[in-house]
């Protein structure tokens, strides 16, 4: 028989343990995770946990969302449900979809999960690439085909420095404000990615590439279960041509082989896309996302194309504000959207 109950903190271990062993599981599932969406966002926890004869089955970490973005809303941790067994998967969900019946929810989105679940409205527009890495970096870059050696090559000879570590997260944050300013996205201040960083300890760090003392790419990583990923990760518009992106991703993969990881993911994408495309030509494999619904006062279940509909003009507006206002603006209006990794 599986019981559910609500999260404690004197489960963290127990949590964090079965979330490390279980297939498919994500570094946000993590209480980590669950301690700087709290502090960074101001969202309550909704995590559940089921056991079996004292074992833990399954479980789901939940948080809450008000206000803009769609009304009330429950959204899950990167990784969704994680749980041994359909029947526990169904026991975990009774408990939140009760939640967004009683308490008005438009739905209850369950994001970035490996395993689909079924009775639940199913998204499967996106997909994270996947590159087996194997034990000696000179097999991956035989494999590697020549045009995008020659890429890495003409990065490497841009006169770039590596550097690694977390005292480099002011530049990394720096470079990620104004790359995603150019793409129209907000994104939370530089203490925010102090946090993650405090919060995974030696499982994270950053990678920072300078160009004559100045920084032009970077790159956030974490390692779970065996797998090093790219949270976040950014180079200068006007450094591109220089090839700062294949020098990035060719160091973080050599880091990974040499941390003894057993594949590098390179993060979520939409099928056939530009990033998809990009990552494909690192001999990444697609892993199809399934995001899931139950759905509460709204009729249907979001897709990339209404998020598209209704975010163009901040979009273009965010595009043309001045770096330093997207730093300050971005604190306030990201905090809208504490769903979005």
């Known amino acids: 028989m599986t019981s559910v109950r609500s999260f404690a903190e004197a489960d963290g271990a127990r949590w964090d343990d079965y979330v490390r062993h279980a297939p498919g599981s994500h570094f946000g599932q993590l209480t980590a995770w669950k301690r700087v969406q709290e502090h960074a966002y101001g969202v309550r926890a909704r995590w559940w946990i089921a056991e079996r004869a004292g074992a833990i089955a399954g479980v789901l970490p939940l948080f809450e969302a008000r206000g803009a973005g769609g009304g009330r809303r429950l959204f899950s941790a990167p990784g969704g449900l994680l749980a041994d067994d359909q029947a526990a998967a169904q026991a975990l969900l009774e408990p939140a979809r009760t939640a967004v019946q009683r308490e008005g929810h438009a739905w209850l989105e369950l994001r970035d999960q490996r395993r689909r679940w079924e009775g639940l409205v199913t998204v499967e527009e996106h997909v994270t690439m996947e590159v087996e890495l194997p034990s000696d970096p000179e097999v991956l870059w035989k494999a590697f085909d020549t045009k995008l050696r020659n890429k890495i090559r003409k990065g490497e000879r841009s006169g770039f420095t590596a550097l690694w570590g977390r005292e480099h997260v002011a530049a990394f944050y720096r470079v990620l404000l104004e790359n995603m300013r150019d793409l129209g996205t907000p994104i939370l201040g530089e203490d925010y990615y102090r946090q ?39 180079s200068l518009r006007r450094f591109l041509a220089r090839r700062p992106n294949e020098v990035l991703y060719w160091q973080a993969l050599r880091h990974g082989i040499a941390r003894g990881c057993s594949r590098f993911d390179f993060g979520r994408s939409q099928w056939g896309s530009g990033t ?66």
């Open 196 to 234: 993650v960083l405090d919060g995974f300890g030696d499982d994270a760090t950053v990678l920072m590439l300078e160009a004559a003392g100045v920084p032009v790419g970077t790159m956030f990583l974490v390692e779970h279960a065996g797998t090093l990923a790219d949270p976040w990760a950014s």
């Open 276 to 341: 998809f495309l990009f990552k494909e030509q690192w001999l990444a494999k697609p892993v199809p996302l399934y995001y899931q619904y139950v759905l509460g006062k709204a009729s249907r279940a979001p897709t990339i194309g209404d998020q598209k509909r209704a975010f163009g003009l901040a979009v273009t507006i965010w595009q043309r504000l001045p770096v330093p206002a997207a730093a300050v603006l971005g604190r306030r209006v990201k905090r809208l959207f504490p769903e979005a990794l």
